[in-house]
């Protein structure tokens, strides 16, 4: 599998090859096997980075245990540890591999100085970070608005159009579906059979199947 280099990404793009191989030298590279913990919620990580080969999720665990995805970055995208801004200021997400995954890291005083030096970078860093915290405030506020159904049901929608057809093959396990609407496998389990009941999707051992599109945008809030 290639890796990613650095001028695939938006925020290096318009370095030259010379300050790319400046903050190639700058840098450190790890190595993640799939599941591996990158870091744990409230840990000292004062990091930016850029995802090289793999996949990384970002997830926020409560007390009892239930998790919820908040992003999941996939190859050349960036993230960063909010110590990486302000020392001292634990992670409010932990972080794991979903896959084998390799990491391009800079620590704030290695990187700060290209900051300092390029305007141009550090404001479009700032535009990722607004992109990111309108992401964050929609999570909030379909948690806070949107029933357990209707956001199981844009799940399903979203995974549809990432593949062709409408059939959609089971790879994400009802923990993982949980996890990512921020509801627990048996609410999950529970709605699916729902919107079988109702003719919205088809259940096989392997796959999903949508026999309405229509009702199952209707069960997620998008029906007229």
């Not at 919205?200 to 309405?212: G, L, V």
Request: charged share 25%.
């Amino acid at each position: 599998m290639k890796k990613t280099t650095l001028s695939e990404n938006q925020l290096f793009s318009k370095f030259s090859q010379t300050e790319l191989d400046r903050l190639l030298d700058s840098s450190i590279e790890r190595k993640y096997p799939k599941d591996q913990w990158i870091t744990h919620y409230g840990s000292d990580w004062p990091y930016l980075f850029l995802v090289e080969q793999g996949q990384v999720t970002a997830i926020k665990e409560s007390p009892e245990g239930r998790s919820l995805v908040v992003i999941t970055l996939d190859e050349s995208e960036v993230f960063w540890g909010v110590g990486f801004f302000r020392e001292g200021i634990g992670m409010p997400v932990a972080l794991i591999a979903n896959q084998e995954t390799h990491l391009r890291l800079w620590s704030r005083e290695r990187l700060e100085p290209f900051m300092i030096d390029n305007g141009q970078f550090t404001w479009d860093l700032a535009q990722l970070m607004a992109e990111r915290m309108m992401l964050a405030s929609r999570i909030l506020e379909e948690l806070a608005f949107q029933p357990v159904a209707g956001r199981l049901a844009h799940l399903l929608l979203t995974q549809f159009e990432d593949q062709s057809g409408d059939v959609l093959s089971r790879d994400l396990t009802l923990d993982d579906m949980a996890a990512r609407i921020g509801s627990t496998r048996e609410m999950v389990c529970r709605h699916l059979y729902h919107f079988a009941d109702k003719g919205a999707i088809q259940i096989n051992r392997t796959e999903f199947k949508i026999t309405d599109q229509g009702l199952l945008q209707h069960f997620a809030g998008k029906g007229k």
